[in-house]
């Protein structure tokens, strides 16, 4: 249950957070440096560098829609409502194709909003897309690519690099 370890091989402290908040704490100096998803990162519009892809956790931020519904392609959804728990990058992304798509924020169980008329297709995270299929749900389009990815404070490496590079 303790949300933090000590690596004394190193001396740095673990910290175990929430995934959300990964970004937002790295890009106010909280931490120096974080493993975050990507999709992460960009859905909290953080202020982070990203320093390498991990190669692990690798998902997609993907759009689907009612397997047997007559949506086919992105378009479609211009005027109508996509439940997401993305729902800065999946507005950004409808703008980006030049639809006025509304965004129903959701937290969890994204998959059931169309079943429950409460959206006409969702943007969730896709690993294998078992889910979506056993919701009854097909992907039509992906928003973007995300994985495990090492982040600093834009701030902290520029100091950094300044101060070594002034020596």
């Known amino acids: 249950r303790a949300l933090h370890a000590h690596c004394s091989r190193w001396d740095i402290e673990v910290l175990f957070a929430r995934a959300d908040d990964i970004p937002a704490w790295t890009a106010d100096g909280a931490v ?7 999709d992460q990162i960009i859905e909290a519009a953080a202020e982070v560098d990203e320093l390498v892809p991990l190669g692990f956790g690798r998902c997609a931020l993907e759009v689907a829609v009612p397997a047997a519904g007559a949506i086919a392609e992105v378009g479609a959804l ?4 996509v439940a997401t728990a993305h ?3 999946a507005a950004a992304f409808f703008a980006a194709e030049g639809l006025a798509v509304e965004t129903v924020p959701i937290r969890g169980s994204v998959e059931l909003a169309p079943r429950l008329d409460a959206a006409d297709g969702i943007v969730d995270l896709v690993s294998s897309g078992d889910t979506l299929r056993q919701n009854g749900l097909r992907s039509i389009a992906t928003v973007l690519e995300s994985e495990a990815t090492l982040v600093a404070r834009r701030e902290d490496l520029v100091l950094e690099t300044t101060v070594q590079g002034d020596d």
């Open 78 to 81: 211009d005027g109508g409502r």
């Open 32 to 38: 120096d440096a974080a493993v975050a998803g990507r």
């Open 87 to 89: 729902p800065r990058t």
